[in-house]
């Protein structure tokens, strides 16, 4: 790299880290306000709210918002040099203006990678202590309402349940049914069935069991009590608030996984989770090569309209995040085509304001 290149580089990413920072500072006042009156219900300590929530909260915004922030900071350097003439001299010194961009596609590479890694590992990681600080203090007491639940826990068995109460790990009117090539094998039935966390099992009450051989006999089994191991856990009926971001790229493809083996209808909230932390990278690059053909013409009215316009385009990349990843979420469009939505159309936006910019 040359020492143009340092210089921008230089420039750009002191800038997004300033931008970051007073972006953070911003909503962060913005969220203590909001919330102010839950904390103080709770008698929550200044220090137990900053550590025990704003250490994950603020690396999580942070995160989430790196498209808009990526964006200004290119806006507001580029429109910058432009102002001061220095892109006019770096195109008259015979540099194009796809050159110009190779120190910002270094910069957004490199905080793409940032962005990547802390999504996919450890914000998750932080996000299990915030979202469970919002449920216990935010949030208001989330109790199971189900009827009628059916659970595919293998590819041969199958759950159901009547009714189920989370604050005491009950459920009522339990059946387990074992079905191999369409026929019925096994079907356990019980009243009720509680949770023994002591021996991480099932206490099933007033039970019976039936069995049924390749001749079709049968046979029945009866009993008042029994601890039992089966394929469901309180986990299963707990609350899934924001359950998707407190898991690293491992652990959601577990969970997909899982979900993917039971049929479960929310199983593409979690695959759009995934594919979204794999093109946020992409975004970056993409918002910083559009935000540099944004900005590098010079102005007569000064960098202000060149920033307020980088804002407005800012915006409508995360609209487009939003609706697609809701279309994906009620199956109106695959998770993957979601995803690479808001991309695939700022492309084309970015090509189409390269054909009009003089070079």
């Known amino acids: 790299m040359k020492k143009l290149d340092l210089y921008i580089l230089k420039k750009f990413l002191v800038t997004y880290f300033f931008v970051v920072l007073m972006l953070m500072l911003v909503i962060t006042v913005i969220d ?6 839950d904390f ?23 995160n989430l918002l790196s498209p808009i922030t990526i964006f200004i900071a290119t806006i507001f350097v580029t429109a910058n040099l432009a102002a ?3 892109i006019i001299a770096m195109l008259s010194s015979g540099m194009s203006l796809i050159r110009i961009m190779f120190p910002y596609l270094i910069g957004s590479i490199l905080i793409g990678l940032l962005v990547f890694y802390m999504g996919g590992w450890l914000i998750p990681h932080g996000n299990k202590a915030r979202v469970d600080f919002e449920k216990k203090y935010i949030k208001s007491t ?17 759950v159901y349940l009547e009714s189920y109460n989370s604050e005491l790990n009950v459920g009522y009117q339990f059946t387990l049914e074992t079905i191999v090539d369409n026929k019925l094998v096994s079907k356990l039935k019980a009243g009720r069935i509680h949770w023994n966390d002591s021996l991480k099992k099932w206490h099933l009450e007033e039970f019976f069991i039936r069995r049924f051989d390749n001749n079709g006999k ?20 707990q609350d899934t608030y924001m359950l998707y971001e407190t898991f690293d790229m491992g652990e959601l493809n577990n969970q997909i996984a899982m979900l993917k083996s039971r049929g479960s209808e929310n199983v593409d909230t979690y695959i759009v989770e995934k594919y979204q932390r794999i093109t946020y990278p992409f975004s970056i690059i993409i918002l910083t090569m559009i935000g540099v053909i944004a900005s590098s013409r010079k102005s007569r009215e000064g960098a202000g309209l060149t920033i307020a316009f980088g804002f407005l385009l800012a915006f409508v990349y995360i609209i487009f995040m939003i609706t697609s990843r809701s279309l994906a979420n009620v199956g109106g469009i695959g998770p993957l085509l979601a995803s690479w939505i808001p991309n695939i159309v700022f492309i084309f936006i970015g090509l189409f304001m390269y054909g009009r910019v003089p070079k």
């Open 32 to 37: 203590i306000t909001e919330k102010m009156e």
């Open 40 to 62: 103080m219900k709770h008698n929550l300590s200044a220090w137990f709210v900053l550590v025990e929530y704003y250490f994950a909260f603020i690396p999580y915004m942070a």
């Open 84 to 86: 001061r003439t220095e």
């Open 142 to 158: 989330y109790f199971f309402e189900g009827k009628n639940v059916h659970i595919k826990t293998s590819p041969t068995s199958y």
């Open 218 to 237: 049968e046979e029945v089994f009866r009993g008042r009590d029994r601890d039992t191991t089966l394929s469901i856990s309180p986990k299963d009926f």
